[in-house]
């Protein structure tokens, strides 16, 4: 009995999950199951996450963005990880990976899965660090048991540092900034002291049983990422993408979706190739980047920095993209680092659709752009990626109601409105009138683009809203 999506798709069964991403991307519920039968998209959803709806990741497929939340033994309660939770749900994040390293995990992360209709991801390894007391004393039993139970719990993907190798490591010493995948520098740290190989390695085929058991997604971590340009593209990156490409087809010959992670630090040069050669490498499994950041100089702004790098892996293929904020290399993100960070990926995400001519992306544009000529204030708030934003900022200088029927902005003022000139312009001459034609709410791209939350459905939202403020309310009354 088929028990993932992909072991359906291939017995030519269309799920559940798969007819309802093909409604939400306006694609043929056929072309769904095929691509997710050839592996090149997944659909990550534990059997164990009821409350999920469920979503696909694939190039052919709406870009989409992970946001990282967590604590650590410097910031950790269950509220804020609540209120972290629903602000990259609200933002517009398509999956949330559970990156905490600090107290109460078990409770965090079953309180995630119960309430969050996105893919909820983890990265074991941190876990089992914590339980065993130092990265030395992890056992492949243990990983096992952390695997086990976190599968159980409902996580639909899991990062797996199973790629970087013994005989890698020599490959990084000429690097600036050596291993900074935090998974791959306590792997790299446990080869080094055991003398033994990759303890994920070892164990790759169990990991396979116990992800077919619950359809949890591989997201093959990439360990040896360039924590900066001169490090990019290097011997140690590519030998690590190459055993990555090994493991896809193991996990694939079990039935388990794949995707696969990227780097990192890149310069825009090189970003597209480093998404074409995965590709190839992995037989088109789909690629999940961590930016890239295209240059290094940028602390404080590094949501920026990547996501340029990311907007250009989109278009050239990445599936997915993982959000980075601008406390990136500086500090544990908060709630408006988490908005941020989201406004700069969904940017990019939506750049990369646009520019592969995903059907109905531009609709979006096209629709605020009309409203924008119109002096439609309150319609362009509306279809604002960041509705709010928009509207304070708009707000600040000129906050009076007989504002959003205004025919100018502070930007330009009255006198100078270009758009006021252009109209008037039209009216008084020859030049065609311009007409409002999109029609966003009919868009194929309807349900992946609507602002403002994102290519999600936003219904489990009243939930985790619910859930925060109940939460509030017995920290003030505790
Ligand atoms: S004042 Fe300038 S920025 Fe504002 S609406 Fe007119 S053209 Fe646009």
């Avoid at 090149?40 to 694939?58: F, Y």
């Avoid at 790759?204 to 093959?220: A, N, P, Q």
């Avoid at 409203?371 to 707000?395: G, K, M, N, T, V």
């Avoid at 504002?403 to 409105?417: I, L, T």
């Amino acid at each position: 009995m088929a028990r993932t999506q992909l072991q359906a798709a291939r017995a030519g069964v269309v799920t559940p999950e798969m007819d309802r991403v093909a409604e939400r991307e306006n694609r043929d519920p056929e072309f769904v199951r095929e691509q997710v039968a050839e592996g090149q998209a997944v659909i990550p959803a534990n059997v164990a996450h009821d409350a999920l709806d469920p979503m696909i990741i694939g190039r052919e497929f709406a870009t989409k963005v992970n946001a990282n939340i967590g604590n650590s033994d410097e910031s950790s309660d269950l509220e804020t990880e609540l209120e972290k939770l629903h602000a990259a749900v609200h933002y517009g994040a398509d999956t949330v990976m559970d990156l905490g390293t600090g107290s109460d995990l078990d409770e965090i992360r079953e309180t995630h899965v119960e309430y969050s209709p996105v893919p909820i991801g983890t990265v074991p390894l941190y876990e089992a660090v914590k339980r065993a007391g130092s990265s030395e004393e992890i056992t492949t039993e243990l990983l096992l048991e952390v695997v086990e139970k976190q599968a159980e719990q409902g996580v639909d993907y899991m990062t797996i540092h199973a790629g970087i190798l013994a005989e890698h490591l020599p490959l990084t010493d000429g690097r600036k900034t050596g291993i900074v995948s935090r998974g791959g520098s306590i792997v790299a740290k446990w080869m080094e002291e055991r003398g033994e190989q990759n303890p994920f390695f070892q164990i790759f085929e169990d990991l396979c049983e116990i992800f077919v058991e619950y359809d949890v997604t591989f997201s093959l971590g990439d360990s040896l990422r360039p924590g900066c340009l001169a490090d990019a593209c290097d011997e140690a990156q590519y030998a690590e993408l190459d055993t990555l490409g090994e493991l896809t087809d193991v996990a694939w010959d079990h039935g388990v979706q794949v995707m696969v992670e990227g780097p990192g630090h890149v310069p825009m040069d090189e970003v597209a190739a480093n998404v074409e050669r995965q590709q190839e490498v992995c037989d088109g499994a789909p690629f999940y980047v961590l930016g890239p950041l295209v240059t290094d100089v940028a602390p404080g702004y590094d949501h920026i920095t990547s996501a340029i790098g990311a907007a250009i892996a989109a278009q050239a293929g990445a599936a997915m993209l993982c959000y980075v904020t601008p406390k990136e290399h500086l500090g544990l993100p908060e709630r408006e680092d988490v908005r941020d960070g989201l406004a700069a990926y969904r940017i990019a995400a939506h750049s990369g659709d646009v520019a592969n001519g995903l059907p109905g992306a531009r609709d979006w544009d096209d629709a605020l752009s009309e409203a924008r000529y119109e002096f439609d204030w309150r319609e362009q708030f509306r279809l604002a990626l960041d509705p709010d934003r928009a509207r304070s900022f708009h707000d600040q200088t000129l906050p009076g109601d007989n504002y959003k029927e205004a025919r100018f902005c502070s930007m330009c003022g009255v006198e100078f409105c270009s758009m006021r000139i252009d109209q008037d312009a039209r009216e008084a001459g020859e030049m065609r009138r311009l007409e409002t034609e999109t029609d966003l709410e009919s868009s194929p791209a309807a349900d992946v683009n609507l602002p403002p939350v994102g290519t999600h459905d936003s219904s489990g939202l009243a939930e985790l809203e619910k859930l925060d403020e109940e939460a509030l309310e017995e920290t003030a009354d505790d």
